[in-house]
């Protein structure tokens, strides 16, 4: 079993930037962070693979955000510039054996932490 804990959320203006963290209790797992807003599906952000040579970020967050990972200590990040009001939503990143922008192939989840930029 596989515990994730999100951390950096927080209300920011538009053209900001924070920065999410992503503590996981092993790290032999891809990473996957999703958002998901107000009556939207949830969306994947960012995977990347165990090793952290692996990192994508989908289009619609590209050249803004980037994903990395911190092997030693098992903590993935989430950076995030150029913040849109479009970015508000509740952030979550998930573990899971295959590094996919599918949600539902990801086995643990964090809380989640949320993002509002304003």
């Known amino acids: 079993h596989v515990q994730l804990v999100e951390s950096g959320g927080g209300s920011v203006q538009a053209g900001g930037s924070l920065r999410l963290s992503c503590v996981a209790s092993g790290y032999a797992y891809c990473i996957g962070w999703f958002r998901q807003g107000p009556g939207k599906e949830r969306e994947g952000v960012g995977v990347i693979n165990p090793g952290g040579s692996g990192a994508h970020v989908s289009d619609s967050v590209k050249g803004r955000f980037t994903i990395s990972r911190d092997k030693g200590k098992s903590t993935t990040y989430l950076q995030m510039n150029s913040l849109k009001p479009e970015d508000t939503a509740m952030y979550y990143c998930?573990?899971?054996?295959?590094?996919?922008?599918?949600?539902?192939?990801?086995?643990?989840w964090g809380q989640g932490t949320q993002v509002t930029v304003s």
């Open positions: 998930a573990a899971g054996p295959f590094c996919t922008w599918r949600p539902d192939v990801y086995d643990y």
